[in-house]
C-alpha cells in the first residue's frame, strides 16, 4: 500500500512512518526547513515569502502554484493531487487544532474518504469506516470515540461502553470517550459510515 504524508501549516511534529511527502503551502516550508525530499509542494502559498518558496522548490521535486481564489481549501486540493498520483492511503497532519471552520472541513474529507484519509496530531488519530468489521487498535491513545455526519448502524464489542445494533446520528454525542478494555476493540458498522477518533489528553 503507497501511503503519502500529507503536511499542513499546523504541522509540529512529522510522524515517523514510511511514506512520501507532500506539502500544502506553508507545510511544505516545514518540510523543507526539516530537510525532508517532498514528491510535490502544492497550494497558493500566499502564506510564504519568494525566499521561503525558492527553498521549497529546492526540496520539491514538483511545485504546484494554485490561484488563491478556488473553492477548495489547500487541504482538498492535496488531498485530491495526491489521489490523482495513485496513493492508497494519505496520512494528513497539521490538520487539526486551528481555524475551527478548516478542521471541520477537514474532519469531512476524513469522512467521505473512508480507509483512505487520516488526520492525525500529538493527541488525535482520526479516521472513517464503512460497511464491515474492524479490529481497533489503542495505539496509545486512552480514549476512542464514535461519530457519524447522518446515520450509522454500529456494534461496539471489548469497549468499556458496548453497544449491540444500535443506530447512531449526527445528534447523538453520547458515543463519546470510550474506552478499549482488551488488547483490541471490535467495530461492526452495519450501515452508514462513522468517525472514529482516539484521542488523548495533552501532556
Known amino acids: 500500500m503507497s501511503t503519502a504524508l500529507i503536511a499542513l501549516k499546523l504541522t509540529e511534529k512529522i510522524p515517523d512512518i514510511e ?7 506553508k507545510g511544505a ?3 523543507a526547513k526539516a530537510g525532508r525530499r517532498m514528491r510535490l509542494a502544492i497550494g497558493d502559498f500566499d502564506s510564504v515569502n519568494p525566499e521561503d518558496l525558492k527553498l521549497i522548490r529546492e526540496y520539491a521535486d514538483e511545485t504546484i502554484v494554485l490561484n488563491p481564489i478556488k473553492d477548495d481549501s489547500d487541504s482538498e486540493s492535496a488531498l485530491n493531487h495526491v489521489l490523482s498520483l495513485g496513493y492508497d492511503r494519505a496520512v494528513m497532519t497539521g490538520s487539526l487544532g486551528g481555524r475551527i471552520d478548516h478542521e471541520l472541513v477537514n ?7 473512508p480507509g483512505v484519509l487520516v488526520l492525525m496530531n500529538e493527541q ?7 460497511e464491515g468489521t474492524y479490529e481497533l487498535e489503542k495505539m496509545g491513545y486512552p ?3 464514535f461519530f457519524t455526519f447522518s446515520k450509522a448502524e454500529i456494534t461496539l464489542e471489548n469497549m468499556k461502553y458496548p453497544l449491540t445494533h ?4 449526527w445528534e447523538d454525542l453520547y458515543t463519546v470517550s470510550n474506552e478499549i478494555v482488551k488488547e483490541k476493540g471490535i467495530l461492526t458498522v452495519h450501515s452508514g ?8 489528553d495533552a501532556e
Open 143 to 145: 480514549y476512542i470515540s
Open 19 to 25: 511514506a512520501d511527502y507532500i506539502g500544502a503551502d
Open 124 to 130: 488525535n488519530y482520526i479516521e472513517a469506516f464503512t
Open 193 to 200: 459510515t462513522v468517525l472514529v477518533i482516539r484521542s488523548k
Open 166 to 169: 444500535r443506530t447512531v446520528t
Open 107 to 113: 474532519l469531512r474529507l476524513v469522512n467521505s474518504h
Open 29 to 31: 516550508l516545514i518540510l
